[in-house]
């Protein structure tokens, strides 16, 4: 069984290190494999080729492993936290709530730098996520993962209309169209500097607490009677993923259901222990999204597919499976 746990993980580990390495040499332009290796030797600034790779290529990449990896994450800590199979950053608010919080910004700061943007999608992910829990547990969510989900999908409604209405007003919809596109196009190595750090932080403080959220993972009774923390547990995990999803948002904008189905393809690879489930989900979701940024690239050039209809094409039978489970169940 370890055997076959280990054959899985490695295979996965592989499949991102191909994926990547693949993107940094398709694309546009005539940068190829043999330019990666020019560009490690030695780079040559007047070489157009390096320049592309130095400074299109390998940031976006990066950008997309890194956001991939923090919407895996993120949406494991969700469902484990508040042991809702459907929880992830789109249907639990904080998309929405991220994206209102960036239109309002910029309606009211055009010229905001991207740090007001990270801390506006922080903010933004905070209420959205905030309003979801508050109004699904208060229907009795927590005994009825279904009803937490429907009130993320309301919380999600409302502020998304919300956010389309300050777009509107603000006549900002070709400043926000990076947003509702979503994507790493165009992220450079100061986007990915200023962000970078949100989400390394984020990741150690879901690995760190993912002891007390397998624990959580099996109900607030059991994990307090062996010895967790469940506000507490709960508290951090919150912070983790606001740092997570808000930083992911900030540099991708909306990118959909990879933190829901990243958890879930982590479980079938690794089982319930989120101690395994949670650094499987990143790695899951980080290659999810490198590859969809790469179809995205490469299906209609010089056209771009928007990533975020890729990675629909992705979650969305994710959800419904999940849906007719949990349905059974209920």
Known sequence: MILRESLRVLLVLV???????????QGAGSADATTLLEVLNGFDPR????????????????????VGAALGVAGALMQGVTRNPL????????????????ACTLVIAPGASFVALIVSAFLGAGIGVGLSLGLGLAAGGASAPLRLALAGAAVSALLGAIGSGVVIVGEIAQDVL??????VQG???????????????GLLIA?????????????????????????LTRSVAAVATLLLAGAAV??????????????????????????????MAG????????????????????????????????????????????????
């Open 47 to 66: 070489n157009t080729d390096h320049l592309v790779m130095r400074d299109l290529r390998v940031p976006r990449a990066l950008a997309a492993m890194m």
């Open 250 to 279: 900030a540099i991708a904008g909306q990118v959909g259901f990879i933190g829901l189905a990243a958890p879930h393809l982590a479980r079938f690879i690794v089982g319930q222990d989120y101690r395994r489930i949670i650094p």
């Open 87 to 102: 929880a992830s950053p789109t249907l639990m608010g904080l998309n929405a709530g991220a994206g209102l919080g960036l």
């Open 283 to 330: 790695l899951i979701g980080a290659t999810l999204l490198v590859g969809a940024d790469l179809a995205a690239r490469t299906l209609n050039p010089p056209h771009e597919t928007p990533v975020s209809l890729l990675t629909a094409l992705i979650g969305a039978p994710v959800l419904i499976w999940i849906a007719r489970r949990s349905a059974r169940v209920l």
């Open 207 to 231: 690995l760190l607490s993912s002891p007390a959220v397998s624990l959580l993972s099996l109900g607030e009774d059991v994990a307090a009677a062996l010895g967790a923390r469940v506000i």
């Open 15 to 25: 499949i991102m290190i191909s994926i990547f390495a693949l993107s940094l040499t």
């Open 178 to 183: 990076f947003f509702t596109a979503g994507g």
């Open 187 to 201: 992220v450079g190595w100061d986007e990915l500097g200023l962000a970078a750090p949100w989400i390394v932080i």
